[in-house]
């Protein structure tokens, strides 16, 4: 391990109050919800602090529930929680599918979906569920609340709107209209980080979001015109192939990433056309 555990310092807030007050006095901070991020970053020695600010004890923090007809997800809710929540399994189906492609059992029942949105990863398997169903990420500091729509949170490679006193405390979902389809492509089926991930919805302009194609997860809103005014597949597939920007990386090829990205368009658009053809994910 290239960190040293003994050398870290790991600090208990009772309370989501006390947890904001101390990111604000005693930074910097870098907070700890499942750890199965950051402890990879332990392994590597890429864990850029020494100070550690655990939120594991904030019930505040944990659970799904409604708030009017929007679903309100905080930010410590595991992906086991999301896959059996009900709540989520009609509202939002495929974060539920999302979720149960991540990781294995173990990282299920650890990580939360609070860490993959601030782990900001391009493969986050969760980001482009939450992108197409234009999600909302409640942050909060000592000052107050701020709502920062999913498609303004990501400022570049890693990068986030997330200022350093504050925490995301959960994750807003208005309802989604339309036909629900996720697809995670890997080497493998468990324990795979995404060649392309992809989250769309059959609306009349339809939403598309892709993950592992371009430095942060991204919509493609020029493809979604074309099939919103009723261009034909090939003719978004070929946008669609010019509006990421994947790169070749360990996990992958550029090239293979755009052919995959035009083959899960296509998929997408022919099983949302059949008759209640969702796939695994459609709404009831
Ligand atoms: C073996 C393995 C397999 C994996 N497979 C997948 C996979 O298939 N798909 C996938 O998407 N991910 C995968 N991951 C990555 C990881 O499990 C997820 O990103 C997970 O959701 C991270 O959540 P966490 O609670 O463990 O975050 P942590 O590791 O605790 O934190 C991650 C980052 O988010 C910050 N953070 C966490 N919570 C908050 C908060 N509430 N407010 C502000 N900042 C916060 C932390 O400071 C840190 O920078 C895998 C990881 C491992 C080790």
Known sequence: MATAL??????QPR??????????????LVPLAGCTDLYVGFHFGTVGGRRFLALQGLRQLRGVRRRGDVLVIGALTTYAELIASPLVRRRLPILAEASREVGSPQIQNR???GGNVANASPAGDTLPVLAVAEAVVVLRSVDGERRVPFGAFYTGY????MRSDELIVAIEVPPVEGRQWFRKVGTRAAQAISKVVMAAVRAPRPRIALGSVAP?????PRTEAVLARGGTLAEAQAVLMNEIQPIDDLRSTAAYRRRVSAN???QFWRETARRGGSRKGGLP
Request: proline share 3%; aromatic share 0%.
């Open 216 to 220: 942060t997860v991204v919509r493609v």
């Open 111 to 113: 990580g939360t979906l």
């Open 158 to 161: 890693r990068q986030t709107a």
């Open 6 to 11: 003994s050398r870290l310092a790991l600090l």
């Open 15 to 28: 309370s989501l109050e006390e947890a904001l007050r101390r990111l604000r006095d005693e930074g910097p």
């Open 264 to 266: 899960l368009l296509a």
